[in-house]
C-alpha cells in the first residue's frame, strides 16, 4: 500500500532574541552578547540579505578574552568590553581591558588597553570566515560551508560567482594566513596606553563602507517627561525608524521603513504603511515616498484585482518571506493618503497620490462578497478587523475626496453605513456579560467567538476635517463593552495586550495571533481607548506598555510572550521575533502622540491638542515635531492641560 509523502517540516528560525541586533538598512550586524561572530547560527554582518562575515573571533595572548559585558549604542551599532589577564602582573586581576565597537555598516574599531604597571607586547590573533549565504539560507539552516579565503592587501576576500566580500584592517596585519582565515598582529602597550585595529568588511574591494543609504524623511524629534523612560523609548523608536529605512530601487529618492530585523528587511506594504501613519507626528515625508512606492507597484487593467497593493514584494530583499495578502496595504493606502493631508503633505503631493487612492477604493467597491463584507484572503474569513480597515478606508476616503474637489464622497458615505449596518448585525455577539465581536464570519456565515487583539481595529477610526475622528462600526455602548473587554486580565497582561484572550481556547502566550503581545496592536489599542474617552483603560495599556519597552532597552520587539504579570516578573521575549521592527518601533510615537492628543487639519489652518485628562506620564513636552511643514512643539502639564510651545504661523491654535 502506498504511503503519501508527508510535507516538509517548515525550517525553524534559529532564535535571536539574545542577539545584539545592529541595523543600518541595507546593512545589519547580528552578534552574540559576548560579541564574537562564531560562524554559528545567524551570527554575520550582512548587506541586502547576503551574508558577507559569519566568523570574526578576536585571541590576545593565544586566548579569547572574557566577555563581561554587550550593548547597544544605538541603532546601528554595539559595545562589547571584555578583559584580559595576560599573568604580567601577580593576581587575579585582568590587566588588558578590550572593547569592540561594532557598526551595521561592517565597520569594527577593536581597542585593546593596557593596565599594566610595565611595557607588555601582546600577540593579537582575528580568525575571520564566512560563507557568503543568503540570509534565507541562514534561516532555513541551508548556509552551507565556510569558503576559502585568499589574501587581498591589507587583509583577506573570499568570493563566489554570485558575490564577494572583502575585509580590510587598519593598520595592516603582520601576517595574513589566508588558508587559516587569519590576520596577526604583534601591539606593544606602555603603561596606560591602547592601540586600535579598525577593521572594515565590504562587498567590495573598496577602502571604506558606504555611509547611510537615503535621506532621512522623519524630523529629529525629542520627547522629555517626567518620566524620564518615556523619552528613552521615543528616542529609541525615532532612531529604530531610521535606521530601517531602504531605497526604493525604482526610485531612489524614495524611501520605505522596512518590514523588521533580521528577518524582513524589505518591503512588507502593510506594516511599511502602518508605519508611516503612526510616524505622522515625525513628518508627512516617509508617507508620501512610502505611498509613492507602492502606487508604482499598484495592479492596474480591468480585472479584480485592478487597483490592488501587492502583498511582500519579494524583490525587495530575498529574505523577505510571503505570508500576507495585500489587503491590508490596499484599505490602509487612501486613509494613510487622508491623514498625511491632514498632518500637512503638500497639496501636489496628495493631488500626485490622489488616482491610485481613487483605485483602491476602486477595488474596495468590488471586493465585497454575497454577503456583503471583505474576505482575506478570498476566499476565507471575513476578519473583523479587515471590516474596520475597510469602514475608516471608506470614510477617509470620503473626507479625501471631498478635500481634493473630486466627485464620490457622499456614495462612499453611505457605503460605510451599509457596512456598520451589516456589521453590528452579523459580527456582534450578543450576551450575558454585554456581548463581544466575533474575531471572524466563516465563509458559510458562522461566528468565530473568539476574543482577540485585532478587535483593537474597532477603535482606530481615523482622522478627518477639524481635528475630528471618524465613526466607528460599534455604536457608544458596544464600544464601551469592548472597552471593558480590552481592559480586563484576560486581554491586559500587564506588559500589554494579548492578541487573544487567555481563556480562549487555543491560546498560546507565544502565539503571534493567538496569545503574545504584539507591540503595535498594543499602540494602536493606547489611541483608540483614548480617542473614544476611556482614559483609564488605555493608561493602563499604556504603562504596560512602557514597562515592557523598558524591559527591552527601550526597543520593543514586534511580540513577546503574554505572560501573565506577575511581581517581579519581566517580559518574555519570544525567539524569533524581528527587532527592531517597523510597527514596533513607530509604537513608540504613536501612544505619546495619543497622550498628547494631537489634532491638526493643515488643510483648514488649525491644530488641536486634547490631551489625556489625567496626565499618565506627569508632564510631557514633545519637540520637533511636524505639522503643516512647519516645527511643532507642545507641552502637557501634571494636571494634563496642553498647551502649544511652537507651530507654523498660519495654524490658528484650538480648532
Not at 563581561?68 to 549604542?73: D, P
Not at 559595545?79 to 590587566?95: H, I
Not at 596606553?193 to 577602502?207: G, N, P, Q, V
Not at 531605497?247 to 524611501?255: F, I, L, S
Request: proline share 9%.
Amino acid at each position: 500500500m502506498a504511503h503519501s509523502a508527508s510535507p516538509s517540516p517548515r525550517p525553524e528560525l534559529p532564535p535571536v532574541h539574545g542577539a545584539v541586533i545592529c541595523v543600518s538598512a541595507p546593512c545589519l550586524a547580528v552578534s552574540p552578547e559576548h560579541g564574537q561572530l562564531t560562524g554559528r547560527g545567524i551570527d554575520g554582518i550582512y548587506r541586502s540579505g547576503r551574508r558577507l562575515l559569519s566568523r570574526c573571533v578576536l585571541r590576545v595572548g593565544g586566548r579569547e578574552p572574557v566577555a563581561v559585558q554587550g550593548r547597544s549604542l544605538g541603532a546601528d551599532r554595539a559595545s562589547f568590553s571584555a578583559t584580559v589577564r595576560t599573568g604580567a602582573e601577580a593576581g587575579p586581576d585582568p590587566d588588558i581591558g578590550v572593547e569592540r565597537v561594532r557598526h551595521a555598516d561592517g565597520t569594527e574599531l577593536i581597542t585593546l588597553r593596557s593596565f599594566t604597571a610595565r611595557p607588555v607586547r601582546l600577540p593579537v590573533e582575528i580568525l575571520l570566515g564566512t560563507d557568503l549565504a543568503e540570509l534565507a539560507a541562514v534561516a532555513a539552516g541551508r548556509a552551507g560551508p565556510e569558503l576559502p579565503a585568499g589574501v587581498h592587501a591589507a587583509g583577506l576576500r573570499w568570493s563566489t560567482t554570485e558575490a564577494q566580500a572583502v575585509t580590510a584592517a587598519e593598520p595592516a596585519p603582520d601576517d595574513a594566513l589566508a588558508s587559516a582565515g587569519l590576520l596577526r598582529w604583534q601591539l606593544d602597550l606602555g603603561p596606560g596606553e591602547s592601540r586600535t585595529i579598525e577593521l572594515r568588511t565590504t562587498h567590495a574591494r573598496t577602502s571604506r563602507a558606504p555611509a547611510g543609504q537615503v535621506a532621512n524623511p522623519l524630523s529629529d524629534a525629542r520627547a522629555e517627561c517626567d518620566d524620564p523612560r518615556a523619552g528613552a523609548w521615543f528616542r529609541a523608536s525615532v532612531e529604530d525608524l531610521g535606521a530601517l529605512l531602504l531605497r526604493d530601487h525604482e526610485e531612489p529618492t524614495d524611501a520605505f521603513a522596512a518590514a523588521g530585523v533580521p528577518w524582513r528587511l524589505g518591503l512588507a506594504p502593510a506594516e511599511s504603511l502602518w508605519a508611516a501613519r503612526m510616524a505622522l507626528p515625525l513628518g508627512t515625508g516617509l508617507a508620501a515616498a512610502t505611498l509613492r512606492t507602492l502606487a508604482r507597484a499598484q495592479a492596474s487593467g480591468r480585472g479584480p484585482d485592478a487597483g490592488k497593493i501587492p502583498g511582500p514584494l519579494r524583490g525587495a530583499g530575498p529574505q523577505l518571506p510571503p505570508g500576507c495578502t495585500g489587503t491590508e496595504a490596499t484599505l490602509a493606502f487612501p486613509a494613510v493618503l487622508a491623514e498625511a493631508r491632514r498632518w500637512g503633505m503638500p497639496e501636489a503631493d496628495v493631488a500626485r497620490l490622489l488616482p491610485a487612492a481613487e483605485q483602491c477604493l476602486g477595488w474596495l467597491r468590488g471586493a465585497l462578497g454575497e454577503d456583503g463584507f471583505v474576505a482575506d484572503p478570498d476566499p476565507g474569513p471575513r476578519r473583523c478587523e479587515t471590516q474596520a480597515h475597510a469602514h475608516r478606508a471608506a470614510l477617509l476616503g470620503a473626507d479625501l475626496l471631498d478635500g481634493c474637489g473630486r466627485p464620490g464622497g457622499q456614495e462612499w458615505r453611505q457605503w460605510a453605513e451599509a457596512l456598520r449596518t451589516r456589521f453590528l448585525d452579523r459580527f456582534w455577539i450578543d450576551g450575558p456579560d454585554g456581548g463581544r465581536p466575533a474575531a471572524a464570519l466563516h465563509p458559510d456565515g458562522r461566528p468565530l467567538p473568539r476574543l482577540t487583539g485585532a478587535a483593537v481595529h474597532l477603535l482606530d477610526t481615523g482622522l478627518l476635517g477639524g481635528g475630528l475622528h471618524a465613526p466607528g462600526l460599534l455604536d457608544r455602548v458596544r464600544t464601551e463593552q469592548l472597552a471593558r473587554l480590552l481592559a480586563a486580565p484576560a486581554m491586559d497582561s500587564g506588559w500589554g495586550l494579548r492578541s487573544m484572550a487567555s481563556r480562549e481556547p487555543g491560546h498560546n502566550p507565544f502565539g503571534h495571533r493567538s496569545g503574545a503581545v504584539r507591540a503595535y496592536e498594543s499602540a494602536v489599542a493606547v489611541a483608540g481607548l483614548a480617542q473614544a474617552g476611556f482614559e483609564e483603560e488605555a493608561a493602563a495599556l499604556l504603562r504596560g506598555l512602557l514597562d515592557a519597552a523598558e524591559s527591552f532597552g527601550f526597543r520593543l520587539p514586534e511580540m513577546y510572550a503574554a505572560e501573565q504579570r506577575t511581581a517581579g516578573s519581566a517580559p518574555l521575549p519570544h525567539p524569533a521575533a524581528c527587532r527592531p521592527a517597523a510597527v514596533a518601533a513607530a509604537a513608540g510615537v504613536h501612544v505619546l502622540a495619543a497622550v498628547a492628543g494631537i489634532r491638526p487639519d493643515a488643510p483648514a489652518g488649525t491644530v488641536a491638542l486634547v490631551p489625556l485628562s489625567g496626565a499618565p506620564l506627569g508632564a510631557l513636552r514633545l519637540s520637533g515635531l511636524r505639522v503643516a511643514g512647519e516645527p511643532f512643539a507642545l507641552r502637557i502639564s501634571r494636571v494634563g492641560l496642553g498647551m502649544v510651545e511652537e507651530a507654523a504661523d498660519a495654524l490658528q491654535l484650538g480648532g
